[in-house]
C-alpha cells in the first residue's frame, strides 16, 4: 500500500537563486532490509549480487549523516563492516559534501566485502521521520537516523545489537539507554570501546580528523575555477580541452602536461598540452582531470630539455633555464576542474624542524609527500615528536584560493624512515595497492586441503572433462623454485604426420565463482603484485599454491587448448574445453635450455625428483621421450615465431635485474636476467594459445569479449631512436611494425653487441602501453595487437595472477558450451572493469620497479667510492643541454650524467682521466654534444661507451636514488663483449634474506625482566580484556539463544 505525501525544499537554480520546490513522497512497507538476518521476506526482489548485510558480525552500525559525511574515512576501513547508511545521510553527502565523497561512499556499499548497504529510510512507511516546523536540520537528522536504527532492531527481531553513532552529546544521553542492545554512543567512544584494539590507530585518524573539522572552512575546491555549466560549454564548443594533468617528476613545480582523455585506442593519447609554472597549474594535482585554455601561439613555450634534478628543484635551485629548450609545444593553464584525484599519499616531516614549521596557519605543519610531484601539504597533529622519523600517510581535505598549500589531515604510520618494512609499504601505498591478509570468510568458502581432510577430485566433474592423464606427456617449465604454475604443455606426432600442440591453463574459474568473496577480492587485486624480495598473491594460497598449481605427480581441473598441426605448423583443427591433466615433470629454464643442448643424463636425473626412482630401461625411455618432447616444443615455437615475425612482430629488448646475496645476507650482486631460447619457446606457446582464445571469444561474443590493444607507436616517439641508430650508419624504418622490425634486425654492430640491444630497449619505451579493452567499445579494425604483429590478442595463460584471465576463461568456457549458465558482464560492465585491471596492471609494474630501484640502492649503500663493483661501463643513449642519459649494462640501470652544473660550470676529463670541474659551455646536436672549456674542447656521441662511478645518493623524504659520476670519456677497462660470459658466472637467485635482516633488527629490541610473578599481578590487577567487541559478542550470541 503508497502512502503519498509532499516534501518541500528549498534549492539553488544554475543561477545561484533559491527557489522552492515541492515534491511527491510515495511510501510503502515493503523497501527491503538488505539483511541476511531477515526473517522475512524482504529482499527477494533485491537484484542478484545485491550486497547484504553480513550475519557474522557482532553489530550493525548507523552513522547520523554528519557522522557520515565528516568520518567516512573511518567507515571506509575493511574491519567495519555491517553498515547502514540511511538515504537520508546519503542525500546529505550528496547535496552538502562533493562529488568525491559521495562517490567514496557509493564505492563502501558496491563492495560487497564491506556488506554496507543504503537504507530508504524516507520511502519506508514506519522508517521515515516528518520534519517538525521550525526544526534544526541537523536535529532532524539525527531523529531520522535514530527512527531507522530503531525500525531495524525491530524489524529484525532484537537478534543483532544495533549502534547509532552521532555527536549530538544531548541526543546520546536522551536515547543511549532507552532501548536494550539499541545504542546511541559518541563516535570517539564507539572507536575507542570497540575497534581501538582491532584497528591500530584509528583513534589517530578520529582526532586528525577531528581537528579538520573543527577548522573546515565552506568548500572552496571550486572557488576560482569557471562555472560547471560555462565549463561544459566551452568544452563542447572546443574552446577548452579536458584532459588528465601529468606533472614532470624530474621538474614538479615547473611543468606539467594535460594527457588529452581517450577518444579510441588508436593513439596512446592526444598531443599533450603544457602547463607551465604552479600558477597555471591553479591548485590542480598530479592524475586530476582537469579543463584548460590554451593560451595564445604567442605565449606558447617549450619542454625543458635540461636534466633536472628533482631534489635540488625542491629546495629551490632546480634548472630553470628558458633558454635550454625544445620547439615550442601548445601551452595553456587551467580554468577548472572536473575531477580529483586526491589519494593516499606517503610522506614526512622535514629533517630540519625550522622548515616544517616555518609555515604556520592555525597550528598546523607541513609535511613532504614522497612522490615528487605532489605539493607540500599542509597538516594538524599532536604527535610531531612521536612521528618526526615516520614515514606516514596523509590525505588532502582541501586547497584554498589564497593558501600556497593544500591543507589535509594524517591518517596513520608505516613506520620508521629507512627500514624495509616501512619502505615497501610506501611503495604500496604509492601505487595504491592493497594487500592486506585474506579473510576468514574468504578462506571459508573455499575448498579444504589437508593432512587430515585432503582434497579430492568429484567423479562427477571428472566425468565431464577430458581426460589428458594417460594419453599426453604433460610437463611445466617455470622460474626455479616457481610455486604458482598456472601452465603446462605438450606436444605429440600424431599417425598421420601431423603435430598436436597442446597449452594446458589452470581451471580458477572451477574454484572461484562469479561474484563470490574470493572472486570480488580477485576482481579488486587484479593481480600478483610481485616486488624484489616478495610477492602479494591475487589468489589464496590454497589455490595460487595448491589446488590449481600444476604441479607434477598431481591431477588437477584444467583448461586447455588443442592443436592439430600441419608439418609447415599451419593450423588444421582446434580444440577448447576442460580437462584433467597429470603433470609428469616439473623442470626450470636453465635446465630445459641444457637438455636440448644435450646435458648428460646423470646431470637431468639429478634435477629432476621425479625421475630419482627410476632404473634401467624405464628411465632411459622416460628420458629420451622428455628430451624429444623439449626438442619438438622449441621446433614448433621457432616455425610459429617465424610466422609472426614475417608478419612484423617486433622483438624488443628490456633488462629485468636479480639480486645476488651473499651468505651473510648482504646483497652481493646485481645481475641482468640472462636470456634463454626456452624462454623464446614458452613466451611463443603462450602468445599462441592467447591469440586463439581471443580469436574464439570475439566470434562469440562481439560485443562483450575481454580483449588486449596494442595501438600504434606515435611517430614523434622514435625520435631519440633514429638518433642514436643514425650515430652507428643506421636508419630505422617505423611506417609499419614488419619495416621496424626489419630494421632493428639490421642494426647489428659486430664489435659492439650492446648496441642491438640497446636499440630495441629504446623502441620498447617509444612503444604505447598495451590496454585491455572490450570488443563493443571499439572498431574491429582496431582489435590488432602491434607489438606481436595480431589481428586479435587476450590474456588466457595465467588465471592464478591475472583477473582479466580468470574473466576471459568464463567467456571461453561459454563460448564452447551449448547452454549458456553464466551471466556475462555487460559491454560497458566489461569496459569500467578492463579500465580497472589497466590501472592495476600499471600499478603493480611501478611497484615491481620501485622496489627493484631500492635494492638496487641497498646494494650500492656503504661501498666506497673505489669499490670496483662501482665503477662501470655506460653507453649513451640521450643527449641534453646539460648533460647525457646513460645504460649501464652489467646492472641493467639507466640513469642521468651531468656535464655542466647548476652554476654554469662544465666538466672535463683530462689526459689522466681526471674529471674536473671549470668555466666553459655544452652545445647539444642531434647526434652528439660538446662540452667547450678553458681546458679544451670534448665531444660525447650516441651509443658512445664511457667509465661512470656510481654512487648512492641518499634522500630523508623521498626514495633513495643512485648518482652517475663521469670518470671518463673512454670505456671502462673490462671488454663488454665478455658481458654475457660475466652474466652467465653470476647465476642470480631469489631475494629473501634481505627481508630476513629486517626481521632479525626488530627481534634484537631490548626487552626488560617483569618478574616471575607478572601474570599473576596481572590478572588481579590490569586492565580486563574484555572490550565492546567481546561484549557484543555476547549480546549477539544470548539473542541467537533466545530465537532457538
Request: glycine share 6%; hydrophobic share 35%.
Amino acid at each position: 500500500m503508497l502512502e503519498k505525501s509532499n516534501r518541500h525544499l528549498r534549492l539553488k537554480n544554475v543561477h545561484g537563486k533559491n527557489v522552492c520546490v515541492v515534491r511527491e513522497v510515495y511510501r510503502r512497507e515493503d523497501i527491503p532490509c538488505l539483511s541476511k538476518l531477515c526473517l522475512g521476506q524482504c529482499n527477494e526482489q533485491c537484484p542478484e549480487g545485491s550486497s547484504l548485510l553480513p550475519e557474522n558480525v557482532t553489530h550493525y552500525v548507523i552513522p547520523d549523516p554528519q557522522t557520515a559525511r565528516e568520518y567516512l574515512e573511518i567507515f571506509e576501513n575493511p574491519h567495519i563492516q555491517g553498515i547502514i547508511f540511511t538515504q537520508t545521510a546519503v542525500q546529505s553527502i550528496q547535496h552538502g559534501g562533493s562529488r568525491r565523497l559521495y562517490n567514496r561512499l557509493k564505492a563502501v556499499v558496491k563492495d560487497r566485502r564491506k556488506g554496507s548497504v543504503i537504507f530508504h529510510n524516507e520511502f519506508q512507511t514506519y522508517a521515515h521521520c516528518e520534519r517538525e516546523p521550525g526544526e534544526k536540520q541537523a536535529q532532524w537528522h539525527v531523529r531520522a537516523t535514530y527512527k531507522a536504527a530503531e525500525w531495524y532492531f525491530n524489524h529484525l527481531a532484537a537478534s543483532i545489537p544495533v549502534v547509532m553513532v552521532t555527536d549530538e552529546d544531548q541526543f546520546v544521553y536522551d536515547f543511549g539507554h532507552k532501548t536494550r542492545n539499541l545504542f546511541v554512543v559518541k563516535l570517539r567512544d564507539y572507536l575507542d570501546g570497540f575497534w581501538s584494539e582491532i584497528i591500530p590507530g584509528i583513534t589517530d585518524l578520529f582526532t586528525s580528523l577531528q581537528e579538520v573539522s573543527v577548522h573546515k572552512t565552506k568548500d572552496t575546491d571550486y572557488v576560482g575555477y569557471l562555472p560547471l555549466e560555462i565549463l561544459s560549454k566551452g568544452i563542447k564548443c572546443g574552446k577548452y580541452q579536458q584532459g588528465f594533468l601529468q606533472v614532470n617528476k624530474s621538474n614538479a613545480s615547473q611543468e606539467a602536461f594535460i594527457r588529452r582523455t581517450k577518444v579510441d585506442l588508436t593513439e596512446d593519447s592526444g598531443s599533450d598540452i603544457l602547463i607551465p609554472g604552479m600558477a597555471a597549474r591553479n591548485r590542480a594535482i598530479h592524475g586530476d582531470l582537469v579543463v584548460v585554455e590554451i593560451l595564445p601561439k604567442s605565449q606558447w613555450q617549450s619542454r625543458s630539455n635540461t636534466i633536472s634534478n628533482p631534489a635540488s628543484e625542491e629546495k629551490g635551485d632546480g634548472d630553470k633555464a628558458v633558454s635550454d629548450r625544445a620547439d615550442t609545444m601548445p601551452t595553456g593553464k587551467i580554468v577548472g576542474i572536473l575531477q580529483r584525484n586526491w589519494r593516499e599519499y606517503v610522506a614526512c616531516f622535514s629533517q630540519d624542524e625550522e622548515t616544517g614549521r616555518g609555515d604556520k596557519k592555525a597550528g598546523k605543519l607541513l609535511v613532504i609527500p614522497w612522490d615528487y610531484r605532489i605539493p607540500k601539504i599542509r597538516i594538524s597533529t599532536r604527535q610531531v615528536d612521536a612521528l618526526r622519523d615516520h614515514r606516514i600517510i596523509v590525505r588532502i581535505d582541501s586547497w584554498e584560493p589564497d593558501s600556497t598549500y593544500p591543507n589535509g589531515h594524517f591518517v596513520r604510520s608505516l613506520g620508521k624512515i629507512g627500514d624495509l618494512e616501512a619502505e615497501v609499504a610506501a611503495i604500496l601505498v604509492e601505487n595504491d595497492l592493497r594487500v592486506p591478509p585474506f579473510s576468514e570468510a574468504q578462506l571459508n568458502e573455499l575448498p579444504q586441503d589437508t593432512t587430515q581432510n585432503p582434497w579430492k577430485m568429484s567423479e562427477e566433474e571428472v566425468s565431464s572433462r577430458r581426460d589428458l592423464r594417460d594419453s599426453h606427456l604433460i610437463f611445466s617449465i617455470d622460474p626455479k623454485g616457481c610455486e604458482d604454475v598456472d601452465d603446462t604443455l605438450s606436444v605429440k606426432r600424431l599417425d598421420n604426420g601431423n603435430l598436436e600442440l597442446g597449452v594446458h591453463i589452470a581451471d580458477v574459474t572451477h574454484f572461484v565463482a562469479p561474484n563470490s568473496l574470493t572472486d570480488i577480492e580477485a576482481q579488486s587485486r587484479s593481480t600478483t603484485v610481485y616486488l624484489a624480495d616478495r610477492r602479494y598473491d591475487m589468489l589464496p594460497g590454497v589455490l595460487s599454491a595448491n589446488l590449481c598449481s600444476l604441479v607434477s605427480g598431481v591431477d588437477r581441473y584444467a583448461v586447455s587448448v588443442i592443436w592439430e598441426l600441419s608439418p609447415s605448423y599451419e593450423v588444421v583443427d582446434v580444440w577448447y574445453g576442460r580437462t584433467v591433466i597429470r603433470s609428469q615433470y616439473k623442470l626450470f629454464y636453465e635446465l630445459a635450455q641444457a637438455m636440448h643442448e644435450g646435458i648428460i643424463d646423470a646431470e637431468i636425473v639429478r634435477n629432476i625428483p621425479e625421475l630419482h626412482d627410476l632404473w634401467g630401461e624405464e628411465l632411459e625411455i622416460r628420458l629420451q621421450g622428455l628430451r624429444e618432447a623439449i626438442d619438438e616444443l622449441m621446433a614448433v615455437a621457432r616455425g610459429l615465431k617465424a610466422r609472426r615475425v614475417k608478419s612484423g612482430a617486433l622483438e624488443l629488448e628490456s633488462v629485468e635485474v636479480q639480486v645476488q646475496l651473499s651468505e651473510t645476507k648482504s646483497i652481493e650482486n646485481l645481475n641482468p636476467k640472462q636470456h634463454l631460447e626456452i624462454h623464446d619457446t614458452i613466451a611463443e606457446c603462450m602468445i599462441f594459445a592467447n591469440h586463439w582464445v581471443a580469436k574464439k571469444i570475439a566470434e562469440m561474443f562481439p560485443n562483450q569479449a575481454l580483449l588486449r590493444h596494442h595501438p600504434l607507436p606515435k611517430d614523434e616517439q622514435f625520435g631519440n631512436l633514429r638518433s642514436c641508430a643514425s650515430s652507428r650508419g643506421f636508419n630505422i624504418e617505423t611506417s609499419s611494425n614488419k619495416q621496424l622490425a626489419e630494421s632493428l634486425d639490421r642494426c647489428v654492430d659486430a664489435n659492439d653487441p650492446v648496441v642491438n640491444k640497446l636499440l630495441r630497449s629504446l623502441a620498447t619505451q617509444a612503444m604505447s602501453n598495451a590496454a585491455y579493452f572490450c570488443t563493443g567499445c571499439l572498431p574491429r579494425d582496431q582489435f590488432f595487437h602491434y607489438g606481436l604483429a595480431l589481428d586479435a590478442y587476450t590474456h588466457f595463460t595465467s588465471p592464478i595472477r591475472r583477473y582479466a584471465d580468470v574473466i576471459v576463461h568464463r567467456q571461453l568456457l561459454e563460448a564452447v558450451k551449448k547452454d549458456r549458465t553464466i551471466s556475462l558482464p555487460t559491454c560497458t560492465q566489461l569496459e569500467d572493469l578492463s579500465q580497472h585491471i589497466n590501472k592495476k596492471h600499471r600499478s603493480s609494474q611501478y611497484a615491481q620497479r620501485e622496489s627493484q630501484e631500492l635494492f638496487q640502492c641497498l646494494y650500492f649503500r656503504g661501498r666506497g667510492t673505489e669499490d670496483e663493483n662501482c665503477i662501470v661501463d655506460a653507453v649513451i643513449f640521450q643527449l641534453r643541454t646539460n648533460g647525457l642519459f646513460v645504460f649501464v649494462p652489467r646492472y641493467g640501470i639507466k640513469g642521468p650524467v651531468y656535464l655542466k652544473s647548476k652554476d654554469g660550470q662544465v666538466l672535463y676529463v683530462t689526459a689522466t682521466d681526471e674529471a674536473e670541474w671549470t668555466s666553459g659551455d655544452v652545445t647539444k646536436h642531434d647526434t652528439y654534444c660538446v662540452v667547450d672549456s678553458t681546458l679544451g674542447q670534448q665531444k660525447y656521441c650516441l651509443l658512445q661507451h664511457i667509465t661512470v662511478k656510481l654512487s648512492l645518493q641518499d634522500s630523508w623524504a623521498h626514495a633513495s636514488s643512485l648518482r652517475l659520476e663521469l670518470l671518463s670519456n673512454k670505456p671502462h677497462k673490462k671488454p663488454l663483449t665478455d658481458m654475457e660470459d660475466v652474466a652467465k658466472q653470476q647465476k642470480a637467485s631469489i631475494i629473501q634474506e634481505v627481508s630476513s635482516e629486517a626481521v632479525e633488527k626488530r627481534l634484537q629490541l631490548e626487552s626488560y625482566d617483569l618478574g616471575e610473578n607478572f601474570l599473576q599481578l596481572k590478572h588481579k590487577y590490569g586492565q580486563s580484556e574484555d572490550s565492546m567487541y567481546h561484549l557484543f559478542t555476547s549480546f549477539k550470541q544470548t539473542a541467537l539463544n533466545c530465537d532457538t
